[in-house]
């Protein structure tokens, strides 16, 4: 598999930008076909080793249980949308498309595949959503907070090149 590519924008973003004019078409394609090459790469690592993709499965469904108990699921994918529309996450090509209800929530968890990705808790509270998350490796535990804008939306903070918002504090800083 190819190594991680943060840089990458979302479909989303692709499609905007192409509606906007500043692709064209064929770079348009070309773009939404390296997104495609990446989902069917780890479609076939599946397929080559079925038991750590069943465990993968497994424990992302039980992660977003334990979850579920205190936040609705609604809440949840809200928070993974404002995280894909932040300038430079760094996994938002993972959860582009969490806006889409028929997607189950233990898919866009990533708990022992690089990058790792799984919201460790959430508290709400007025007019913020407070998260810890594990990020791109199992030691790498940050806070984050969104903040809802005049529309009532979530939003992320902005990210910087290394993948860290200036408002995250670490778990070693806590």
């Given at each position: ?10 479909p ?17 394609q ?37 979850l ?25 090509k ?33 007019g ?19 903040q ?26 806590a």
């Amino acid at each position: 598999m190819k190594p991680y590519s943060p840089g990458m924008q979302t479909p989303r973003q692709l499609a905007k930008r192409f509606e906007c004019g500043e692709l064209d078409r064929p770079e348009f394609q070309r773009l939404m076909a390296e997104h495609a090459r990446e989902i069917i790469e780890e479609i076939e690592e599946d397929y080559r080793n079925p038991v750590a993709a069943w465990m993968e499965t497994r424990l992302a469904v039980s992660a977003v249980k334990k979850l579920l108990r205190k936040q609705s699921a609604y809440r949840i994918r809200e928070v993974l949308i404002a995280l894909s529309e932040a300038p430079g996450f760094p996994l938002a090509k993972y959860l582009w498309n969490a806006a889409h209800p028929d997607i189950p929530l233990h898919c866009f968890f990533r708990i022992r595949r690089e990058p790792v990705f799984r919201i460790l808790d959430m508290i709400s509270k007025s007019g913020r959503v407070e998260i810890e998350m594990e990020i791109l490796t199992k030691k790498n535990h940050q806070r984050l907070t969104l903040q809802r804008n005049d529309s009532w939306q979530l939003v992320a903070p902005s990210f910087s090149a290394d993948g860290s918002p200036a408002s995250i504090k670490t778990s070693r800083d806590a």
